[in-house]
């Protein structure tokens, strides 16, 4: 089942516009939402998160938009550079029982191109 | 450089052998993980470590997978009797359990299987 899901496998934008990914979740219970950025031959590196109990959180060019009642978060990078052209993951993550420990889903990623 | 590191990088092996991964993770924590990519996909959980305590496990993860986190430092993920739908990036990551943004992890470079 795919409880993370990413619809768009790419997108393509001018340098200097806004770029809004997108990310629909179908479990409630997670806790926090992530923001993966992966360049090819490298692992994802961490972007932003925001908890459940929030619905915006901001740290410079990038904000993480989330709306409990549609299942549904947003990436939105402004203004959009050349060198975050990557593949950007969402993922959303919950604790799992008892064990202290958190489950994390990632979705199936966007290509972002961004042209120079 | 005190990232997550991934040995191999590569391995190329024939369909029933067995192969073994050794991730490093970063020194202070104590949270590790193994997924698995494949191509157009997002990571798929595979187990997850407490310290030395394998506390969860995908069923993706079949009897011919083992992962094990001796002294609660360095991980291996050993497949045995490989069948070609193993081919896939095996990547590891670590994280704090006070991370306090969600269980942010970092992740290692992957080691990417092809199974012949």
């Known amino acids: 089942d795919q409880q993370v899901k990413q619809n768009s496998p790419s997108l393509s934008v001018q340098e200097g516009r806004i770029s809004i990914l997108n990310c629909d979740y179908t479990?409630?219970?997670?806790?926090?939402f992530l923001w993966y950025k992966k360049y090819p031959a490298e692992g994802p590196t961490f972007l932003i998160s925001?908890?459940?109990?929030?619905d915006k959180n901001e740290d410079g060019r990038f904000t993480v938009f989330l709306n409990k009642s549609a299942k549904h978060l947003s990436l939105h990078i402004v203004p959009s550079q050349p060198g975050d052209s990557a593949v950007y993951f969402c993922?959303?993550?919950?604790?799992?029982?008892?064990?202290?420990?958190?489950?994390?889903?990632f979705g199936a990623g966007t290509r972002l191109f961004v042209k120079a | 450089d005190t990232g997550v590191s991934q040995d191999p990088r590569h391995k190329i092996t024939k369909r029933g052998q067995n192969v073994t991964f050794r991730c490093d993770p970063i020194?202070?924590?104590?949270?590790l993980y193994w997924y698995r990519q494949t191509l157009g996909q997002g990571p798929e959980f595979l187990t997850y470590?407490?310290?030395?305590?394998?506390?969860?496990k995908s069923r993706l993860l079949s009897d011919r997978f083992s992962a094990e986190r001796p002294k609660g430092s360095f991980s291996t993920l050993e497949i045995q009797r490989t069948e070609q739908g193993d081919s896939a990036m095996y990547l590891c990551?670590?994280?704090?359990?006070?991370?306090?943004?969600?269980?942010?992890?970092?992740f290692g470079p992957g080691t990417r299987l092809t199974v012949l």
């Open positions: 990551a670590s994280s704090l359990r006070t991370s306090g943004r969600g269980n942010e992890q970092f």
């Open positions: 479990n409630s219970m997670f806790d926090y």
């Open positions: 925001i908890s459940s109990i929030k």
């Open positions: 993922a959303a993550s919950r604790a799992s029982g008892n064990t202290g420990g958190f489950k994390t889903i």
């Open positions: 020194s202070e924590h104590n949270r």
């Open positions: 470590f407490q310290n030395e305590a394998q506390l969860e």
